[in-house]
């Protein structure tokens, strides 16, 4: 599963003390939206993920798992 990642999008834009609550995995914005991306997670590590954003009150827009890019 290292070779594949877990991308999540929620509704709105992460400000500092959002982002430091996923400081384990990549934050980025685009446009309105946040989107959380997790290199290497399994499906524990995704549930924690969801977990948190449920937490939060997040709204979550998509959950996609990406593979990595052929070399």
């Given at each position: 599963m290292a070779d594949s990642a877990y991308v999540i999008t929620v509704r709105g834009?992460?400000?500092p003390w959002v982002r430091g609550v996923f400081d384990d995995t990549e934050v980025s914005v685009a446009g309105d939206t946040t989107v959380l991306r997790c290199a290497g997670a399994d499906q524990a590590a995704?549930?924690?993920l969801l977990h948190r954003i449920e937490g939060l009150g997040l709204e979550l827009l998509d959950v996609r798992r990406e593979s990595a890019a052929p070399a």
């Open positions: 834009v992460a400000g995704l549930y924690g």
